[in-house]
């Protein structure tokens, strides 16, 4: 059985790809009329699962003027107005976490998206009741880095698991499942020593996520349950 399930959010759990377009778009709008987003660059960056950061900066006409603050504070509250119209889970969603509930294996959420845009899909969704609130780690949380390096899992994650289920829980990282699908979670998962599960329905690159060869690849969440509980 594993001890634990730690999900992306983008492209794993939710389908959240017209909303980062359009919000993207619109910051692009708002900040640089003038400059039309090159298409293909942006796709493969999202395909990457690049933070926002990085990803205005490589698409910026002109990296010297770039003020990541004004960029990331635009589209985040772009993206909070506009998200709902877009946002959806995806299929099985409810059941893999009810699922995983009533086995009592804990669920994490790992994300280099912003927390607060996290429990507002959650909850409008009405899944939030599955995710403790404390295990919801994102861009910006105190003490971690974006994925793929491992401190939001070794810094922050395995306290704030000790702190809620005792200072006695103990964690063996080799039945710990990661469940992502860019190259980015899949690196995560190597890096903390987690099995890893690739969505091939998500936004990952398909050619650069198969040459990886993850422990596991699914083609809906339905699957996940049945390797979290077999495992």
């Known amino acids: 059985m594993t001890d634990l399930v730690i999900f992306d ?36 960056l999202m ?18 003027t770039f003020d990541e603050e004004t960029w990331v504070t635009t589209y985040r509250s ?7 119209k877009f946002t959806s889970p995806f299929p099985g969603l409810r059941e893999l976490l009810a699922g995983l509930q009533s086995r009592r294996i804990p669920i994490a959420i790992v994300s280099n998206k912003a927390v607060p845009a996290i429990k507002a899909a959650l909850e409008r969704t009405g899944v939030l009741e599955f995710v403790p609130e404390t295990l919801i780690i994102g861009d910006r949380t105190p003490g971690s880095k974006r994925k793929p390096d491992p401190s939001s899992f ?30 980015t979670d899949l690196k995560y998962a190597r890096n903390i020593g987690a099995r890893v599960c690739w969505c091939r ?20 969440l339905a699957e996940v349950l049945d390797i979290a509980v077999k495992e």
Do not use: N, W
């Not at 990457?48 to 990296?63: I, N, S, V």
């Not at 050619?207 to 596991?216: H, I, R």
């Open 9 to 44: 959010f983008d492209g794993t759990i939710f389908d959240t790809r017209e909303a980062i377009q359009h919000a993207a778009t619109l910051t692009f709008t708002t900040l640089l009329p003038t400059h039309e987003i090159p298409r293909s660059k942006a796709r493969r």
């Open 47 to 64: 395909s990457t699962g690049a933070g926002l950061p990085e990803t205005f900066l490589a698409l910026h006409p002109d990296p010297a």
């Open 78 to 84: 772009l993206y909070a107005t506009h998200e709902e």
């Open 154 to 183: 070794t810094e922050v994650l395995v306290p704030r698991l000790k702190t809620l289920y005792g200072e006695g829980f103990e964690l063996d990282a080799a039945k710990v499942l990661m469940v992502g699908d860019t190259i």
């Open 201 to 220: 329905f998500g936004q990952g690159d398909k050619e650069e996520c198969e040459a990886f060869k993850a422990d596991y690849a699914v083609d809906s």
